[in-house]
């Protein structure tokens, strides 16, 4: 069964930075996409990030090119989510998710979620 754990977040001042894990488990992800997407309140989730997981070919919100970087770690099947010069607008939870085949799609389609975590920027 496949899991997805995410942890890393907080509250953060406006310009700060924070980064975001998710440990992925449960089967193997070469063939799989991985991605961040994030929800503030009345809102809906929009894509943030994702990224290959055998090639690492990435792709990114316009909103956060510049100033997201989404990174794995084979070893530790371990997803993560670099974030800097954050603003409030970057206020929502964040959620981890994985699709199979590994292409990279910007809608919700994906297979698996993991449960989120609170990233909060005060001005």
């Known amino acids: 069964q496949v899991q997805l754990v995410e942890s890393g977040g907080g509250l953060v001042q406006a310009g700060g930075s924070l980064t975001l894990s998710c440990a992925a488990s449960?089967?193997?992800?070469?063939?799989?996409?991985m991605a961040w997407f994030r929800q503030a309140p009345g809102k809906e989730r929009e894509f943030v990030a994702a990224?290959?997981?055998?090639?690492?070919?990435?792709g990114y919100a316009d909103s956060v090119k510049g100033r997201f970087t989404i990174s794995r770690d084979n070893a530790k099947n371990t997803v993560y989510l670099q974030m800097n010069s954050l603003k409030p607008e970057d206020t929502a939870v964040y959620y981890c998710?994985?699709?199979?085949?590994?292409?990279?799609?910007?809608?919700?389609?994906?297979?698996?979620w993991g449960q989120g975590t609170q990233v909060t920027v005060s001005s």
């Open positions: 990224i290959v997981w055998m090639r690492g070919r990435t």
């Open positions: 449960g089967r193997t992800f070469n063939n799989y996409a």
């Open positions: 998710a994985a699709r199979a085949p590994a292409v990279i799609v910007t809608s919700t389609a994906y297979s698996y």
